[in-house]
C-alpha cells in the first residue's frame, strides 16, 4: 500500500486518545490506525510550500526565498512581542498581520517536557498545545492581540520556560506540576497592561497521545541522510512519528518534503 505527497503538519482531533491525521494530495491517512505496523517512509524531493519549487527547503516548509518574504515566516511569529499591527505598521504584509496578530490571543502554562509558558492565537486552543506534547495545559491570560500575549510572555519566561526539550517529550517521564499553583504565583508577574486580562479560574486540559511505547533514547530520522527507513510505529506525541527502535520522525520540520509512505 503506497501513498505519496508533500509534508505538512499532521491534522488532529482532540479525543482520548487524540486522533491524528496526514493530509495527502489525495489521500488522508487516520495515523492512529497504522500503530503497530510496519511503515516505510521514502525521500521523493523538496516541494516548497508557497510556491512548489523543487529546492531545498530552508525552514517552516518554505525554500530560502520564500522564508525571507512570507509574513507567514517573519520574526513576530516566533517572538509575538515584535508584532506591530496594532500600530498600522508593516512588517511584509500589513493585511495578512493585522487578520492574525489583532485577534485573540492565549497565554498559557503547560505540563510538557518541563513546565512551560507559550503564546498563541484562541482559535488554535487545543491544536498548539497538542502540537508541543503537552499532557495538560491551563489558559491564565487571554488578550485582545499578539503583541500584549507577547509582552506578557516575555514578563513570565523570567520565571518560567519558554521552550520544550523534546526528547524529554517524547521519553513521557516529565514530573507535573500543578499549573493551578503556578498560575497563582506567576500572578504577581504579569506586566500591568495586562493584568486585566488574567484568568483566575480556568481548570487545565488534560491531553492523552496514542503511544504504546515511549522511546528510552529518542533518535531524529533525518531524511536528507537516510532517504529511506523502515520501523514499527509505536507511537504518536506532538508532530511526532515514534518507533520501536527508538527513531522518531518529527513531521512538523519535515514540511515541504515529498516522501512516499509504504504500510505493511
Known amino acids: 500500500m503506497l501513498y505519496q505527497g508533500v509534508l505538512t503538519k499532521m491534522e488532529t482531533e482532540f479525543s482520548k486518545p487524540i486522533q491524528y491525521f ?6 488522508v491517512l487516520n495515523m492512529n490506525q497504522l500503530l503497530n505496523k510496519t511503515l ?28 525571507f518574504e512570507l509574513p507567514q ?16 505598521i508593516e512588517d511584509r504584509d500589513l493585511e495578512y498581520e493585522k487578520r492574525v496578530q489583532l485577534q485573540p490571543h492565549i497565554v498559557y502554562l503547560a505540563n510538557s517536557s518541563n513546565l512551560k509558558v507559550g503564546v498563541t492565537r484562541k ?13 495538560e495545559a491551563l489558559e491564565i491570560v487571554e488578550v485582545p492581540n499578539r503583541y500584549l500575549a507577547g509582552l506578557t510572555e516575555v514578563a513570565l519566561k ?61 533518535q531524529s ?10 520501523g514499527v510505529l509505536k507511537g504518536i506525541k506532538g508532530q511526532y512519528l515514534i518507533f520501536e527502535d527508538n527513531t522518531v520522525f518529527n513531521v512538523r520540520s519535515n514540511e515541504g518534503l515529498v516522501v512516499g509512505l509504504d504500510v505493511s
Request: aromatic fraction near 12%; glycine fraction near 2%.
Open 22 to 27: 496526514l493530509v495527502l494530495e489525495n489521500d
Open 40 to 67: 516505510t517512509i521514502s525521500f521523493v524531493k523538496y516541494q516548497c510550500l508557497n510556491c512548489s519549487v523543487e529546492a531545498p527547503i530552508f525552514r517552516q516548509g518554505f525554500c530560502k526565498s520564500c522564508f
Open 73 to 88: 515566516a517573519a520574526d513576530w511569529i516566533m517572538r509575538p512581542e515584535l508584532s506591530k499591527a496594532h500600530l498600522n
Open 123 to 135: 482559535t488554535q486552543v487545543p491544536t498548539r498545545w497538542i502540537d508541543q506534547g503537552a499532557q
Open 158 to 218: 523570567k520565571y518560567v520556560s519558554d521552550k520544550t526539550n523534546w526528547r524529554e517529550m517524547l521519553k513521557g517521564t516529565a514530573s507535573y506540576e500543578s499549573l493551578e499553583d503556578w498560575r497563582q504565583r506567576l500572578s504577581v508577574h504579569i506586566p500591568e497592561e495586562t493584568k486585566p486580562y488574567f484568568l483566575a479560574n480556568q481548570k487545565p486540559l488534560g491531553i492523552e497521545f496514542p503511544v504504546h511505547q515511549h522511546p528510552e533514547k529518542p
Open 221 to 230: 530520522l533525518n531524511l536528507s541522510k537516510t532517504p529511506v527507513y523502515s
